[in-house]
Nanobody, 124 residues
Framework: QVQLVESGGGLVQAGGSLRLSCVASGRTFSSTSAFGWFRQAPGNEREFVGSINWSAGYRLYADSVKGRFTIARDNAKNTVYLEMNSLKPGDTAVYYC????????????????WGQGTQVTVSS
């Protein structure tokens, strides 16, 4: 059974940085495995942030975070990271890590496993 555990959320001032981690366990990952980051603010739909292919490292980002957020992976540690810089109050949300299929999937329906989420709050 796949488990995804996020960590690294917290409270930060606008302009600051945070790094989220997602540790995956329970199976091995193939060339068609991809990890994604999504976020959900109160009253909003879950929003795609970015994704990374596990083996090739292809990345895809939402326009709203492009140039500020970076996704990376450490295959040896089964860990995916979301480095967030130049944070804005609009980035405040619960951030979720997910495991899916494809090169750089961006639809929630393409993901089969989800973490419990970690809260990120950006103050102005």
């Amino acid at each position: 059974q796949v488990q995804l555990v996020e960590s690294g959320g917290g409270l930060v001032q606008a302009g600051g940085s945070l790094r989220l981690s997602c540790v995956a366990s329970g199976r091995t990952f193939s060339s068609t495995s991809a990890f994604g980051w999504f976020r959900q603010a109160p009253g909003n739909e879950r929003e795609f942030v970015g994704s990374i292919n596990w083996s090739a490292g292809y990345r895809l980002y939402a326009d709203s975070v492009k140039g500020r957020f970076t996704i990376a992976r450490d295959n040896a540690k089964n860990t995916v990271y979301l480095e967030m810089n130049s944070l804005k109050p609009g980035d405040t949300a619960v951030y979720y890590c997910a495991l899916g299929r494809g090169y750089t999937p961006r639809q929630a329906e393409q993901y089969d496993n989800w973490g419990q989420g970690t809260q990120v709050t950006v103050s102005s």
